[in-house]
T-cell receptor
């Protein structure tokens, strides 16, 4: 079965640094998403992306966050200046129309 | 706003035991309901779904029935296996769309031989 691939699996960064989380969605999918899960809390929606633009975003997705599909295959989440509270597991997902396929996540640790 | 509440874990069972993981929701309109499963080291996988009241979703021996009167979508399996050990997430999508899933906190299931 096709997979959504996320890299790296673990990322450690210093507070205030920029990080880019990378995802390769399934090739014929049209919709792309980022979710995150802070340890012990719920999986939370961050943003959805369709037709090269953000289709919906949550309150969490403030000006420090951005997404990009730079080359037609990758889908990235950038955090400009990381904060301690950004430490979480970040999941990328993609879908053709309905069923979401999730990657295995990137564990981000902000020190 | 929309929300999902599911029973806290961990749930520990012996092989072949009956499983119930409770899930209730709050939503406006007619959401679609889902169960996702996360095996160790893997991403979230759709286990089953139901899109309208009284629908029953089923997959791999798991079942859940969309109960509008009790706003519930409890997950059940008649006989669990060690390989079912995972974290199970209940989720909803409002308005029939799939763009914005709202998840419960997840319930960890551990099945022992």
């Amino acid at each position: 079965e096709p997979e959504v691939t996320q890299t790296p699996s673990h990322q450690v960064t210093q507070m205030g640094q920029e990080v880019i989380l990378r995802c390769v969605p399934i090739s014929n999918h049209l919709y792309f998403y980022w979710y995150r899960q802070i340890l012990g809390q719920k999986v939370e929606f961050l943003v959805s992306f369709y037709n090269n633009e953000i289709s919906e975003k949550s309150e969490i997705f403030d000006d420090q966050f951005s997404v990009e599909r730079p080359d037609g295959s990758n889908f990235t989440l950038k955090i400009r200046s990381t904060k301690l509270e950004d430490s979480a597991m970040y999941f990328c997902a993609s879908s053709e129309i309905e069923k979401l396929f999730f990657g295995s996540g990137t564990q981000l640790s902000v020190l | 706003g929309n929300s999902v509440t599911q029973m806290e874990g961990p749930v520990t069972l012996s092989e072949e035991a009956f499983l119930t993981i409770n899930c209730t929701y709050t939503a406006t309109g007619y959401p679609s309901l889902f169960w996702y499963v996360q095996y160790p080291g893997e991403g979230l996988q759709l286990l089953l779904k139901a899109t309208k009241a009284d629908d029953k979703g089923s997959n791999k021996g798991f079942e859940a029935t969309y109960r509008k009167e009790t706003t519930s979508f409890h997950l059940e399996k008649g006989s669990v296996q060690v390989s079912d050990s995972a974290v199970y997430f209940c989720a909803l999508a409002g308005g029939g769309g799939y763009n914005k899933l709202i998840f419960g906190a997840g319930t960890r299931l551990a099945v022992h031989p």
